[in-house]
Antibody, heavy 117, light 110 residues
Framework: EVQLVESGGGLVKSGGSLRLSCAAS????????MNWVRQAPGKGLEWVSS????????YYADSVRGRFTISRDNVKNSLHLQMNSLRAEDTAVYYC??????????WGQGALVTVSS | QSVLTQPPSVSAAPGQKVTISCSGS????????VSWYQQFPGTAPKLLIY???KRPSGIPDRFSGSKSGTSATLGITGLQTGDEADYYC???????????FGGGTKLTVL
């Protein structure tokens, strides 16, 4: 069974940093691209970042480029999102999602990040 | 402002049919496969339709998808109260080099 479990969310002050992790199990992690998608309270889905299977292709949304860094560890089957210079508008539930072709086929339960101003 | 455009809400009676539209452009829907996601309050999105019209294992055939040009449509027949949820379309955008989603459509089964 595919499982994605996010951790590392919490309350942080504006300008602070936080590192999210996503532990993957139930599939060959190194064979899939991985993604972060966020959802602000009461709002829709917003893509944040994607990373290819070996990490040689990385993409960011304009809203986070230069502040967030996506990475993966194919030995530990984990995905990470280092978030720096956090802003109030980064407050959201952050989901990690497995990518397969042009599909986000499995999603974690989400980690809540709250940035206080 | 979402790159893909969906109606904010749709509604229909139990047993009826509803469609949800998703409009994009040549850099996304026009050249890429569309997927649809179902999200209940407080839970993670779940893949409902992929590659425009394919259903993952376990998704009933009451759910269908189609695409024409730069628009896609999700159809749900035999509506049930348990179908009340938010529905999102999504695809990759070549110009933005990233995933784009619709703003979401809230389905109410009256």
């Amino acid at each position: 069974e595919v499982q994605l479990v996010e951790s590392g969310g919490g309350l942080v002050k504006s300008g602070g940093s936080l590192r999210l992790s996503c532990a993957a199990s139930g599939f060959t992690f190194s064979s899939y691209s991985m993604n972060w998608v966020r959802q602000a309270p009461g709002k829709g889905l917003e893509w944040v970042s994607s990373i290819s299977t070996v990490g040689n292709y990385i993409y960011y949304a304009d809203s986070v480029r230069g502040r967030f860094t996506i990475s993966r560890d194919n030995v530990k089957n984990s995905l990470h999102l280092q978030m720096n210079s956090l802003r109030a508008e980064d407050t959201a539930v952050y989901y990690c999602a497995r990518g397969f072709g042009q599909i986000l086929d499995y999603w974690g339960q989400g980690a809540l990040v709250t940035v206080s101003s | 402002q979402s790159v893909l455009t969906q109606p904010p809400s749709v509604s229909a009676a139990p047993g009826q049919k509803v469609t949800i539209s998703c409009s994009g452009s040549s850099s996304n829907i026009g050249t890429k496969y569309v997927s649809w996601y179902q999200q209940f309050p407080g839970t993670a999105p779940k893949l409902l339709i992929y590659d425009n019209n394919k259903r993952p294992s376990g998704i009933p055939d009451r759910f269908s998808g189609s695409k024409s040009g730069t628009s896609a449509t999700l159809g749900i027949t035999g509506l049930q109260t348990g179908d009340e949820a938010d529905y999102y379309c999504g695809t990759w955008d070549n110009s933005l080099s990233g995933w784009v989603f619709g703003g979401g459509t809230k389905l109410t089964v009256l």
